[in-house]
């Protein structure tokens, strides 16, 4: 039974206000000390640069949801074979590295930093850039056999990104590989332009792709206008169509809103209630608070930075069916990973990410009632009952001998965690025909991603991942990043590091690209298409 303990519930995260970290400098990027703590119920960041003074940021804008949400914070045990393995400066030696905490839960591959859109906040388009990046289709199958090597969790659940990845030249030819080599999610983040037509989208599906990430922005032209230059509502819910009429069953899909403070926050509501109504195609909503890249100045970051709990804010008050205390971190979800590896004896995916990552709850719809899970669950007891059980199986060797007897027998394992987990379950308040024993007790016999599938194809998730920038980077929450970029070298580097820190994107697609005029010189026939689909 080896390696089968994933995360330590004594984490190294520091907790309590106030408190220490490192961070840099928006203007030098050079490593900084960082002071965390509250002010006015809100949580602030804070740091002073010898050359370029002092900067002040908000980190939550709720003092109470920070405090809870890092009573859940796990600690991973990194990757087994880091490429930096005797790294001592983070974020500077990415790789991965020994630093780090967590292993790859999520990985982006940009296949070209080409677009089809011209967005004013995109910090990825060869517009901005003046270059093209697009890595061969020989480069982009070594990148994943990186990412499918990485120990002692491989790379299960990649993201083509870019960019726009759908006009990559071999698109299909990528899926049907990843599919190949054994990615058990693979998805696509998109615009949606090209996914007006019905061919392509089941082409895609036929290919292999799981999950479309759609850029969803809400419900008006004009906020896509303020965000992506046009208007585009008519392309999203073409989109979602065309994704709802795949064959054999629809494409799973994704709403990905980006959210400013003061220009699309007050859709959020909207853009739920809009899921919800679609809940047969549309299986997350995935929002992404703006992070600020480049030179901002204070009164714009003022103005429109949106947090974590802002959004949180903004769903209770925007719909009728959401609280506060619906949410909780990414890594709650930790100690089922733990479980599951004590009866499959192997290192499983454990979501270690820093518990200010993320928020997120999952509801369940069920012909007008949606019913959010916290309503038929008691989270807090269910997953504290199982962090104490898994405690109990790592000190005491008989329990651990005890549970490999039953683990062959789904009748046993389900009345074993009747007997551990039961009375967290209201089973008068499930959905008709949901069985959350029983899919955890087969969950544990058989690993596999469709036994999971069971719980969420009944569920609509709703949460947000709030990507880092300069002004309120924390060392802290990179170590223990779980979504992380493949680069052509071989390196796999946090995402937050990638995009919003030391900015390793510049360094890679300087050093694997070439200049924009050359590049359309040589291929004008593809720029014109692209041209047109702009158009």
């Not at 400098?25 to 370029?52: D, F, R, S, W």
């Not at 939550?60 to 809870?68: G, H, I, N, P, R």
Request: hydrophobic letters at 35%.
């Amino acid at each position: 039974m080896k390696n089968w303990f994933m995360s330590s519930k004594n984490s190294k995260l520091a907790t309590g206000l106030p408190k220490e970290t490192m961070s840099i400098c928006p203007e030098c990027k050079e490593l900084i000390p960082a002071k965390i703590y509250e002010e006015n119920g809100k949580v602030m960041i804070e740091k002073t640069c010898k050359q370029h003074g002092t900067f002040k940021d908000v980190y939550w804008s709720d003092v109470e949801m920070y405090l809870k949400a890092e009573k859940w914070a796990h600690d991973g045990k990194g990757v087994d074979n880091p490429q930096i393995k005797d790294a001592k400066n983070c974020p500077f030696e990415c790789g991965l590295c020994n630093l780090h905490l967590s292993h790859t839960c999520l990985a982006n591959l940009d296949l070209t930093n080409r677009c089809n859109l011209q967005c004013p906040i995109c910090f990825a388009n060869a517009n901005a850039t003046g270059y093209v990046y697009e890595p061969s289709y020989e480069e982009v199958v070594k990148m994943m056999e990186v990412l499918r090597n990485e120990k002692p969790v491989p790379t299960t659940a990649i993201q083509f990104a870019g960019g726009e990845p759908t006009i990559y030249p071999r698109f299909f030819d990528v899926l049907r590989k990843a599919k190949e080599m054994g990615f058990s999610q693979i998805q696509v983040a998109t615009n949606g332009l090209k996914l007006v037509d019905p061919d392509f989208c089941q082409k895609m599906r036929d290919a292999g792709l799981n999950t479309v990430y759609l850029q969803f922005d809400g419900l008006r032209d004009e906020d896509y206008i303020a965000t992506r230059g046009r208007p585009l509502l008519d392309v999203k819910l073409k989109a979602i169509e065309n994704c709802r009429n795949v064959k054999p069953k629809p494409l799973s899909t994704v709403l990905v809103p980006t959210i400013l403070n003061n220009v699309n926050n007050d859709q959020v509501g909207e853009i739920v209630n809009f899921a919800v109504k679609n809940s047969d195609v549309i299986r997350a909503v995935n929002f992404q608070p703006v992070a600020f890249t480049g030179r901002i100045d204070k009164e714009q970051r003022e103005r429109e930075r949106y947090t974590l709990t802002d959004l949180v804010k903004d769903l209770e008050e925007q719909t009728d069916f959401l609280k506060k205390e619906d949410f909780y971190p990414v890594p709650v979800v930790v100690p089922v990973s733990e479980l599951v590896s004590i009866f499959s004896g192997r290192s499983e995916i454990a979501f270690t990410a820093h518990p200010h990552c993320g928020l997120a709850t999952f509801v369940f719809v069920r012909d007008n009632e949606v019913i959010p899970i916290t309503r038929i669950v008691d989270v807090e007891g269910l997953f504290t009952r199982m962090e104490e059980l898994v405690s109990k199986v790592k000190k005491f060797g008989f329990l651990l001998r005890l549970l490999s007897k039953i683990k062959n027998n789904k009748k046993d394992v389900k009345e074993t965690f009747e007997k551990y987990f039961g009375e967290f379950i209201y089973k008068d308040k499930l959905p008709e025909g949901l069985d959350l024993l029983d899919i955890l007790s087969e969950l544990s016999l058989t690993h596999k991603k469709e036994t999971l599938g069971k719980f969420t194809w009944r569920t609509l998730m709703i949460g947000g991942m709030h990507f880092q920038d300069a002004y309120n980077y924390d060392i802290e929450r990179v170590k223990r990043c779980v979504i992380h970029y493949v680069v052509p070298d071989g390196r796999i580097i946090p995402f937050c590091a990638y995009n919003g820190g030391p900015i390793y994107r510049e360094e890679v697609e300087k050093n694997y690209s070439i200049p924009l005029q050359e590049w359309k010189e040589k291929h004008r026939e593809q720029e014109e298409a692209c041209q047109e689909i702009i158009i």
